[in-house]
């Protein structure tokens, strides 16, 4: 019984045509869940790669702050490749304004530490109410919003050292990161092989909103079919 049970517990080891084991680790964003990129890890599943075990070698895909902290991992350990959907780098419009996001946030943190939460960040009207749906959140925690600029105060430094092949997807229309720090993202990384896409109709949810098939598609693509990432949209469009 108990050989049967450690058996069932074990990862089953996917190969890809190329027959090598992989799987891949999915970090969702701050205050958020797996739900964000629900349509994705599905169509990761459908194409038998494993999720969320340690079977190497490991691709890693982050979402908002879950690609920050998909960097920071490539900083410190040895990733073949990695997806950062709508990275965070930045909170979006905060460039207009004269202090640091950090510094005004830790005030308001003390008074009001947790706020409503927004309406997802989806322009796809069936996929919005879909995430509004299961989001079980109803407020978001600043002292986390906090955390997570800390990380970038981190994560930024440590860019043109990390290698990783990397694809990087951002939504032109993104209400919650600034859509321009992908660009510097790209512009900075130290890896040979480095993909930008930009979707001129998706917000920051871009694995549920308008072009998720294309998210979807380019996301198994890098993954599975070992093409080189410099070899598709490896330009920096304006975002």
Known sequence: MADEESQSDAPAVITTRAQRPISCLIVHGLGGGPYELGPLIAALESASLVIAAPVLPVAVIGFSTGATLALYLA?????ARQVLLAPFLAIRYTAL????????LRH??????DLPRRP???RDPEMKRWAAGTDRYRTFNLHAALSALELIDEVKPLVPAITTPTLIIQGRLDTVVEPANAIWLYQNLGASEKALISLPHSDHLVALDRE?????QATLDFLLDDGKASGRD????AI
């Open 75 to 79: 900083s410190r350990k040895a990733v």
């Open 97 to 104: 304004i004269p202090l640091r996001p950090a510094s005004y």
């Open 108 to 113: 308001l943190a003390q008074l009001i530490p």
């Open 120 to 122: 997802p960040a989806v």
């Open 212 to 216: 998720r098939d294309r998210v979807i």
């Open 234 to 237: 490896d330009r920096t469009p």
